[in-house]
């Protein structure tokens, strides 16, 4: 009876046991353990919800290892993106800037910033932007404001001048992208040109067309101007 007894008693804890065996490697990671499920009494009907179980758990566990993989692909495309962006950003021939009306500060620029006013960017992050602008730049920048909000069309671009360290005059030509809430702008992102050249230029012209005209209606005998055919201008 006792050899009967022993024996029955093996024939159900040594399964026990390798299926504890097989938990353990499951609960260890290795989903791709499986248990022999030849039988078909009650430890192979066990054996094969064990395999199915074990089935889905690593092809839960591979779904999820590739979606970890995709996701540090995309967050490392993402890094070299923003890299890009930052190096076109700083090294961009042209003035970039992001103001926020709200606190009136500066929230980031590009090196051609200091470059062309003259202020260190110590000096820019402590700055309300406002304040680089002369005052009839600050008037017509007021009106485009007002056109804005009267709903009427403005262009996207408009010549500005801006009062370097120095105290001389910086003639930009600025095209503004805004950030608005309930109609009103909240944020601008900047990008402007320096014109100072093509003004002064403009105004060199101007100024020899003044001398011209100064000249011809002060002077006692006529003047005209002729083309190579002799055509009066």
Same mark, same amino acid.
């Given at each position: 009876v006792f050899a009967i007894t022993l024996g029955i008693s093996f024939a159900i804890t040594n399964p026990l046991k390798k299926l504890m065996g097989y938990f353990a490697a499951g609960a260890a990671n290795d989903f791709s353990v499986r248990m022999p499920a030849s039988s078909g009494d009650e430890a192979g009907q066990l054996a094969r919800y064990f395999n199915m179980f074990m089935e889905k758990l690593q092809q839960s566990s591979d779904s999820l290892h590739a979606e970890i993989l995709e996701h540090e692909r995309v967050q490392e495309a993402l890094r070299e993106s923003?890299? +890009?962006?930052? +190096?076109? &950003?700083?090294?961009? %021939?042209?003035?970039? *800037?992001?103001?926020? *009306?709200k606190t009136?500060? &500066? $929230?980031? &620029?590009?090196?051609?910033? %200091?470059?062309?006013?003259?202020?260190?960017?110590?000096?820019? !992050?402590?700055?309300? %932007?406002?304040?680089? &602008?002369?005052?009839?730049?600050?008037?017509? *920048? $007021?009106?485009?404001? +007002?056109?804005?909000?009267?709903? !009427?069309?403005? %262009?996207?671009? +408009?010549?500005?001048?801006?009062?370097?360290?120095?105290?001389?005059?910086?003639?930009?030509?600025?095209?503004?992208? *805004?950030?608005?809430?309930?109609?009103?702008?909240?944020?601008?992102? !900047? !990008?402007?040109?320096?014109?100072?050249?093509?003004?002064?230029?403009?105004?060199? $012209?101007?100024?020899?067309?003044?001398k011209y005209r100064l000249l011809t209606e002060k002077m006692a005998d006529i003047v005209w101007i002729a083309d190579m055919n002799l055509r009066v201008q």
């Open positions: 923003e890299k +890009q962006y930052r +190096q076109l &950003f700083m090294n961009a %021939p042209a003035a970039i *800037y992001e103001a926020d *009306y009136r500060r &500066f $929230l980031s &620029f590009n090196d051609m910033i %200091p470059t062309l006013t003259g202020y260190s960017k110590e000096d820019l !992050v402590q700055m309300n %932007p406002w304040d680089l &602008f002369t005052e009839e730049s600050q008037q017509t *920048y $007021l009106n485009r404001m +007002q056109c804005m909000k009267d709903g !009427v069309n403005i %262009p996207t671009s +408009q010549e500005y001048a801006i009062r370097k360290k120095d105290g001389g005059i910086l003639w930009i030509n600025m095209n503004i992208d *805004y950030t608005l809430e309930s109609g009103q702008p909240v944020k601008a992102r !900047v !990008v402007a040109h320096d014109i100072t050249d093509r003004k002064h230029a403009e105004e060199a $012209l101007k100024e020899s067309e003044r």
